[in-house]
């Protein structure tokens, strides 16, 4: 796997690094985590889908707030998703 280096606040930095503590895990494994959860956000994204549907979804899936936060960042590129 190629490796990757990204710039985070410190602030972020220290609430990761908290996290990963806190679940006795190294950060990189914590990193990788997080990126695996946006990727299936990212496949299960349809700008398309309707405002209830989102809520089911998001219901099911904890209500934690990820989709909320990641769904924008892929907003532009799935634009022309099918209708659900």
Not at 1 to 9: C, D, G, L, N, Q
Request: aromatic share 4%.
């Amino acid at each position: 796997m190629p490796e990757m280096t990204v710039i985070v606040e410190p602030g972020l930095h220290a609430r990761l690094t908290q996290w990963a503590q806190e679940q006795g895990r190294p950060l990189p494994a914590l990193a990788q985590d997080i990126l695996a959860a946006a990727e299936r956000v990212r496949e299960n994204y349809d700008p398309t889908m309707m405002g209830s549907t989102k809520d089911i979804r998001r219901c099911r899936d904890g209500g934690c707030g990820l989709c909320d936060e990641i769904e924008p960042l892929f907003a532009q590129g799935k634009s022309t998703a099918a209708m659900r």
